[in-house]
């Protein structure tokens, strides 16, 4: 028996006996949108955003640590090949920011940069989607409600940044079932995915779980609140953004 098929028994057999994302009935409905109860100790923000310090994490290993800690809270399949489905991951310099340089410095050179969605202020992928699949939250989270994906992937198209993933192949068999995070939903093929900035997280007042990883490189708070953490390392720092030229306003800004 290969793989994919001893995966998708396994998980039927999970689902059947109610261990999966809490019971069989809630493994089928969660293919729709996570739920996101708020608890009392809910982190809120008029605007939220994120710094990243690519002099400390700048290197796939490091990278890895973050998109590993971010796919097993949001069980992203683990696809190889062309099809495979991420929210984040590395990126060399000329592909995550559009700026090709002949005489560019060696370090910056061989540096790799954290990828994930910017949850731009002027996200262009909320306003082709069709279904409001995609929309964007008051505190500025661009989010997915997986329910209403038709899978048309306008918002793939629309998304200059490539940072929106499509289930090409049925994501429950390709789950690291045996870290499966039963507090999330899984996908169906055909729904389009992509970093969520962790709402689930946020309303029960943790932080993102790749910030949680990153032994202080990368800081998540409000943007519009002069005192926060990322606006002092805003006002510290010289940081730049990806693609800005574009008017999309990327919430993910990086100090390099
Ligand atoms: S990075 Fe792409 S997917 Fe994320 S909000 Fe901006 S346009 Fe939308
Ligand atoms: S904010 Fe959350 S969802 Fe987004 S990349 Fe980080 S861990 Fe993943």
């Known amino acids: 028996m290969n793989h994919t098929r001893r995966n998708f028994l396994k998980f039927m057999g999970l689902a059947a006996a109610g261990l999966c994302a809490g019971s069989a009935g809630s493994v089928l409905a969660a293919s729709g949108a996570p739920s996101v109860k708020k608890g009392p100790q809910a982190l809120s923000a008029k605007r939220w955003g994120m710094v990243i310090d690519t002099k400390k994490v700048g290197t796939k290993e ?19 090949g062309k099809q495979n489905v991420k929210w984040i991951w590395a990126a060399g310099f000329e592909e995550a920011f559009d700026q090709p340089n002949n005489y560019m410095d060696e370090g910056l050179e061989k540096r790799e940069f954290p990828i994930l969605c910017n949850h731009c202020t002027n ?14 939250r008051p505190d500025g989270i661009v989010a997915m ?11 793939m198209a629309g998304c200059p940044f ?15 079932l045996a870290n499966l995070n039963k507090e999330f939903p899984t996908r169906m093929r055909g729904v389009v995915e992509k970093c969520n900035f962790c709402v689930e997280r946020l309303a029960q007042g943790k932080q993102p779980a790749c910030v949680e ?24 720092h010289y940081t730049i953004r990806r693609k800005p030229s574009l008017g999309t306003e990327p919430g993910v800004y990086y100090i390099i």
Do not use: W
């Open 62 to 80: 490091t990278i890895e640590v973050l998109a590993k800690a971010c796919h097993q809270a949001h069980n992203v399949p683990n696809i190889p």
């Open 145 to 155: 409600d997986y329910h209403r994906c038709i899978g048309c992937r306008y918002c």
């Open 123 to 136: 996200p262009p992928c909320v306003r082709v989607c069709p279904t409001q699949a995609t929309y964007q």
């Open 213 to 236: 990883a990153s032994s202080g490189a990368v800081v998540f708070g409000d943007l519009s609140d002069a005192n926060s953490e990322v606006r002092k390392l805003l006002r510290e």
């Open 162 to 176: 490539g940072a929106r993933s499509f289930n090409f192949m049925e994501p429950r068999l390709h789950l690291d």
